[in-house]
């Protein structure tokens, strides 16, 4: 029998995630990844300028972190998580807490972004049924985005993935992003819901998922003030802002209010393995200390502080904090800033906005600017063809690369990003 190859035993046995199977190119197959590169099996060198789906952040097969991973491996593989502890975890959690705002004091440990907003909005629920109220609804952002399962499914936007759910989902105030217009009737709204509402949820400054919109810190303040004021819980999913993204350690380092729960995964690891982590304040933390045993937060996941994982992720700290990666955060920023100033005002460009090493360009554009629609799929493959991973969301081409991306990668990418418009 001859031997089938990668992507036909694909086909036989797998479903990927976020794929129409009918209609789906079939996929590229990737064997070894390497700096801002993903190489496939026939050698194609692929310029990663998406941080594969938002999580690399020092480049692929990073050897510190390999080597960091290969040693925890033979020490210490996996350990039951209630009732025992392993001192990976515990450094992890340390370390972590030495970078976060300052009134974060607690670190809960799952498996990804998804599971690190569903302990969130469970910390947030128990939080007030532990002191015997009952505050059923939560406050998010219209077109936010904080995963998959049916929890952070509930708080994200409701659109055409969510819709299948619709009835199962349970009950979220939307509010608008915050601008000079509307921040005094978004507080009002705030403040006239409050005594039914137990948390709000938001990814600062920058809504990913849903087209990398963009808000300013000062507004986000004024929220989260105007939440502490009502005695709202305030979530900050800093999943896909965390560990440098916005030019930044976190998102909220650019906020003067502290939330009172951060959510973590992605960027944690470097990319490298699946973790989630959920912080809190001792505020949160003690109002689930009792002697009832029923006030306790009922929750943890098989692989929860998963030692190699917590090991990746303590590598891929040392390389964070390194000056080699402030600089590269500094530079990414730079050369953004000035494309944006070089290609702003072009007529078929309707924005470009940045939050640090995060640029997104939304095309001007008479057709359905859906996800589903032609000009997203035409754009990704022509990126494609040029050997740079892009993937639109609807109309809009954003880069959010690994910070070791160099200046001359980044050229080739506004190039191209230059030529697209030219041709669509
Ligand atoms: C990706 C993402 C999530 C979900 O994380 P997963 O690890 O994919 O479950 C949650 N919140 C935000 C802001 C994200 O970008």
Request: charged share 20%.
């Amino acid at each position: 029998m001859e031997e089938q190859n990668i992507v036909e035993r694909d086909k036989a046995v797998i479903w990927h995630p976020y794929t129409q199977m009918k209609l789906a190119q079939p996929p590229i197959p990737i064997v070894r990844g390497e700096g801002a590169y993903l190489i496939a099996e026939d050698g194609t060198r692929y310029l990663d300028a998406i941080s594969s789906w938002w999580v690399n952040i020092h480049g692929h097969s990073h050897p510190y972190i390999a080597k960091k991973v290969a040693e925890q491996l033979l020490t210490l593989e996996h350990a039951i998580f209630a009732g025992f502890t392993h001192p990976t975890a515990v450094e992890l959690a340390e370390r972590l807490l030495k970078i976060l705002p300052g009134n974060q004091k607690k670190i809960f440990y799952s498996d990804n972004g998804s599971t690190a907003v569903e302990v969130a909005l469970k910390m947030c629920f128990q939080f007030f049924s532990n002191r015997g109220e009952e505050r059923p609804k939560v406050i998010a952002f219209k077109n936010s985005y904080h995963g998959d399962t049916f929890g952070a499914m509930a708080v994200s936007a409701r659109s055409a993935f969510t819709a299948p759910f619709e009835k199962l989902l349970f009950d979220v105030e939307y509010i608008d992003l915050p601008n000079a217009e509307n921040i005094q009737a978004l507080k009002s709204q705030i403040s006239n819901l409050k005594s039914q509402v137990s948390s709000f949820i938001f990814e600062p400054l920058i809504l990913g998922s849903g087209g990398m919109l963009m808000y300013e810190a000062h507004y986000l303040d004024e929220l989260i003030r105007c939440c502490k004021e009502s005695g709202i819980l305030t979530i900050c999913d800093e999943v896909m802002t965390g560990f440098g993204r916005t030019g930044e350690l976190f998102a909220s380092d650019h906020l003067k209010q502290q939330p009172d729960i951060m959510c973590f995964s992605k960027g944690i690891t470097g990319g490298t393995m699946a973790l989630g982590a959920t912080s809190c304040t001792n505020e949160i933390y003690e109002a689930f200390l009792s002697d009832d045993k029923l006030k306790t937060l009922f929750h943890g996941h098989s692989f929860t502080a998963n030692p190699v994982a917590c090991a990746a992720a303590l590598a891929s700290m040392d390389l964070l904090l390194s000056t080699e990666t402030f600089n590269n955060l500094n530079r990414i920023t730079e050369q953004h800033a000035a494309f944006r100033e070089k290609i702003a005002g072009h007529p078929k460009l309707r924005d470009v906005r940045q939050t640090g090493t995060i640029i997104a360009f939304e095309w001007e554009t008479n057709q359905d600017t859906s996800y589903f629609a032609g000009l997203r799929d035409m754009l990704y493959n022509f990126f494609l063809d040029a050997g740079i991973i892009l993937r639109p969301l609807g109309n809009i081409v954003y880069i959010l690369p690994p910070y070791c991306i160099t200046n001359d990668e980044l050229s080739f990418v506004y190039s191209k990003i230059e030529e697209a418009l030219d041709r669509f």
